[in-house]
Nanobody
Framework: QVQLVESGGGLVQAGGSLRLSCAAS????????MAWYRQAPGKQRELVAG???????NYADSVKGRFTISRDGGKNTVYLQMNSLKSEDTAVYYC????????WGQGTQVTVSS
């Protein structure tokens, strides 16, 4: 059984930076995708960034050039470096692992004050 544990959220001023981490416990075999989603109040959950087990990445247009996703395959850990944060980045951020089945973390709050 796989569990995802997130950390790194918090309160930051606009223009600041935060780094989120998500560690996946349990055995993960074969091709998989780890990603970060976010959900702001009153809005649908949206994909922020994803990275495959081979290192291919994709980003939402709204975060390109500001956010960087990376992973440590040996530790099954994914990171999201968030720079130049804006108030519209305020949301609960969720870690996701797609390995034939979708696993979700509990979410971590990111609040950007203007």
């Amino acid at each position: 059984q796989v569990q995802l544990v997130e950390s790194g959220g918090g309160l930051v001023q606009a223009g600041g930076s935060l780094r989120l981490s998500c560690a996946a416990s349990g055995r993960i075999f074969g091709f998989n995708i780890m990603a970060w989603y976010r959900q702001a109040p009153g809005k649908q959950r949206e994909l922020v960034a994803g990275i495959t087990s081979s290192g291919r990445t994709n980003y939402a247009d709204s975060v390109k050039g500001r956010f960087t996703i990376s992973r440590d395959g040996g530790k099954n850990t994914v990171y999201l470096q968030m720079n130049s944060l804006k108030s519209e980045d305020t949301a609960v951020y969720y870690c996701n692992l797609n390995a034939g089945y979708n696993y979700w973390g509990q979410g971590t709050q990111v609040t950007v004050s203007s």
